[in-house]
């Protein structure tokens, strides 16, 4: 852990008013994030359907490498030719990852004849980056261009000074695509990193961004992209900024946000990874009581409310804000003195990460900060036209995934329990349903604790005969029926309509089972043990690729990967094995010892087991059927058993 990329943008819309924009574009780690993901990112930016001599686009590499540096170079130079074959062609989307992937054949283009050329030119670039990062280092020769010698000889991710390179400078009469039309500024950064010094993650790397781009753009208007997601529809910017700049309505609004979608969702979501529900219902929701929470990827802020602005009827927009850098300072003053603002000690003894910029010490701290802004009378926005904004990678296995929810689960439990809880910070000051709003996702993590307790308490209970529901046919069953049917019919049609499917659906059943057991317990217990001041703060990334071409074929194929070892998989499947033992031992004793008629009292627990040993079907398949390198492994299993077993045993003595 310890590296990261951003980037970003500027620009003006007429004339007299004047907005810059920055696309912040953050990636960490160059072997989870591989580079021709970000360069495809970052030329999808650059090709916005926007003015380009107002746009400049940053880079900040957390993980401070020159082979991104080198494939940020390459991007630099294949602009020149992909952004006049996007605009004359009105390529859609401007990724050319994604855009070659989509339309991979000659006939599914707009013009065949210019196709095939740029995607040789593409396909040439990818491959020299994809051999540069093989070789882990790049060729001697480049070492003479600018910028390379930057980095030498022990320097690691994780120790290196300030970088910062304008590898294209919109003021720069040369700075031409090969149209002869200006290109935008194009900047990579990498904040000084030193082991004594806490970096404070994706927030710090953000706020490094923030200063750097003060320096050398100083745009009113920052949108920041996380490195997995492209722009995906080149009208973004234009739609964000009708928001800010409505004379009526737009002198209160602080931040614009899209919502979350992904492009390598199976058809079933067999993590549940889509968000289709909250990004349909739960985010138009919140919008109604007063915005959005911000979301850490495709939102658009005003920079001065990063600064940590409270909003007045007074405010006034700036909008001649970094004008004055067409006739200052020449690039490599900028650099310097952008490097200055991005050392290690920079922010001490300042409100950098409390009252200024992202807020510090929360895994949440797109939410956190986005609420801190609603809360010094900031509106927020959300946008989700037709075509969809952004699209990004979801996690393609179920570590990976359980991961991220527990960042989450954390990091909004952490809020919650904080001074920062919205019924507290926010009283008075945001709507009662914003509050509610945001505590809702607070919940998640202490939810772990009854929906474990339901998992497995009725279920022993099952197997010693002892009953915990009312009997079937009697009028106190009417309200477990009517709260257990009314939930689930309401969300599967809710699922059905915002565009899941009925096993989509199913597997989302699951997957909240399975993060409920680990991510949100685990979240929970790092939650209390942090308010002890036993664990630190964490911020695990998640990868964006999967390591090899069978994993990749069973995600295709929607069958669920494990692969690995890890606590987390001994919980799932104890939890499954219990249930399943449970079942056939309480059935049997019911059966067997002729206490058929005491199936009636036990009726809902039955159900309730059949129901989690059902939707628990892929765990048995991985424990006892599968061979594929995806299944549980061999300790898994084994210890599982051990554990379920055992708890059976002392059940049943
Ligand atoms: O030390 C760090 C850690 C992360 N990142 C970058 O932060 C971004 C988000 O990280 P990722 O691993 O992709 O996390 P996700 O779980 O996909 O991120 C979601 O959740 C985060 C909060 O938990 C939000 O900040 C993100 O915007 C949101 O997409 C990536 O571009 C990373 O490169 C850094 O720059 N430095
Ligand atoms: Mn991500």
Same mark, same amino acid.
């Given at each position: 852990m310890g590296r990261a990329r951003e980037m970003g943008v500027d620009g003006d819309i007429c004339s007299r008013a004047l907005v810059r924009l920055l696309l912040g574009h953050h990636s960490v780690d160059p072997i989870a994030e591989p580079q021709i993901l970000v360069i495809s990112t970052i030329l999808s930016a650059m090709a916005y359907n926007y003015p380009p001599e107002k746009l400049s686009i940053y880079l900040s590499d957390d993980a401070g490498s020159i082979l991104t540096f080198y494939a940020l170079w390459e991007a630099s130079r294949f602009a020149k030719h992909w952004l006049p074959f996007c605009k004359q062609y009105n390529v859609e989307p401007r990724s050319p990852a994604a855009y070659f992937s989509k339309f991979?054949?000659?006939?599914? =283009?707009?013009n065949p004849t210019k196709w095939s050329p740029m995607k040789n030119l593409y396909e040439e670039m990818a491959n020299r980056i994809d051999s540069v990062a093989m070789l882990g280092k790049i060729p001697e020769e480049l070492k003479a261009n600018k910028g390379f010698s930057e980095w030498s000889s022990g320097m690691t991710s994780r120790n290196h000074p300030p970088i910062v390179q304008i590898l294209i400078d919109g003021r720069d009469q040369g700075s031409i695509d090969s149209n002869g039309n200006a290109l935008p500024t194009l900047v990579y950064m990498a904040r000084e990193k030193r082991p004594q010094h806490h970096h404070h993650f994706k927030a710090g790397a953000m706020n490094a961004l923030i200063r750097v781009s003060s320096e050398i753009s100083n745009s009113p208007i920052i949108l920041n992209m996380d490195c997995d997601m492209y722009s995906n529809n080149s009208e973004s910017i234009r739609q964000a900024l009708c928001f800010f700049m409505d &004379?009526? &309505? +737009?002198?209160?609004?602080?931040f614009v946000q899209y919502p979350q979608f992904f492009d390598n969702i199976t058809k079933n979501d067999l993590y549940g990874n889509s968000l289709n529900v909250i990004n349909q219902v739960d985010l138009p929701g919140l919008d109604g009581w007063g915005g959005p929470p911000?979301?850490?990827? +495709?939102c658009f802020h005003r920079r001065e409310i990063l600064y940590g602005r409270k909003y007045g009827k007074d405010y006034e927009e700036d909008r001649t804000a970094g004008i004055e850098r067409q006739t200052a300072k020449n690039a490599s003053m900028l650099e310097e003195k952008a490097k200055s603002l991005i050392t290690c000690t920079y922010e001490h003894n300042t409100q950098w990460g409390q009252e200024i910029g992202l807020k510090y010490d929360c895994p949440a701290e797109d939410i956190i900060t986005g609420l801190l802004i609603q809360c010094r009378g900031w509106k927020s926005v959300l946008i989700n036209p037709p075509r969809k904004a952004f699209l990004g990678v979801a996690p393609t296995t179920l570590a990976e995934s359980l991961v991220q929810y527990k960042r989450w689960s954390e990091g909004h439990f952490q809020i919650l329990l904080s001074k920062y809880c919205a019924f507290i910070l926010g009283r008075g000051k945001i709507k009662l349903g914003l509050q509610m709003g945001y505590c809702i996702y607070g919940l998640w993590a202490p939810n772990s604790l009854p929906t474990l307790y339901y998992l497995v308490i009725p279920s022993l209970c099952l197997l010693k005969g002892v009953s915990l529901f009312p009997k079937i046919i009697s009028p106190w069953a009417i309200p477990f029926a009517y709260i257990a049917m009314g939930k689930h019919v309401y969300e599967l049609v809710e699922a059905l309509q915002y565009g899941d499917t009925l096993a989509g659906w199913w597997n989302l059943q699951r997957m909240w089972i399975l993060r409920a057991t680990t991510s949100y317990f685990y979240g929970t217990i790092d939650t209390i043990l942090k308010l002890l001041g036993i664990s630190k703060m964490r911020f695990t990334i998640t990868a &964006?690729?999967? =390591?090899?071409g069978n994993a990749s074929k069973r995600y295709e194929q929607e069958v669920i990967e494990f692969g690995s070892t890890s606590s987390m998989f001994v919980i799932i499947a104890v939890v499954a094995l219990l249930n399943l033992l449970c079942l056939v031992g309480g059935l049997h004793s019911l059966v067997v010892d002729g206490r058929i008629m005491g199936l009636e009292p036990l009726f809902i627990q039955i159900l309730l087991c059949a129901l989690v040993v059902a939707i628990h079907f892929p765990i048995f398949e991985a424990l006892f059927i599968r061979k594929d390198k995806g299944s549980l492994p061999f300790s898994v299993t084994f210890l599982s058993l051990g554990f379920a077993t055992l708890a059976y045993l002392i059940t049943i003595a």
């Open positions: 991979c054949n000659p006939g599914d =283009a707009f &004379k009526e &309505k +737009g002198h209160d609004i602080g911000y979301l850490g990827t +495709g &964006k690729v999967s =390591a090899d």
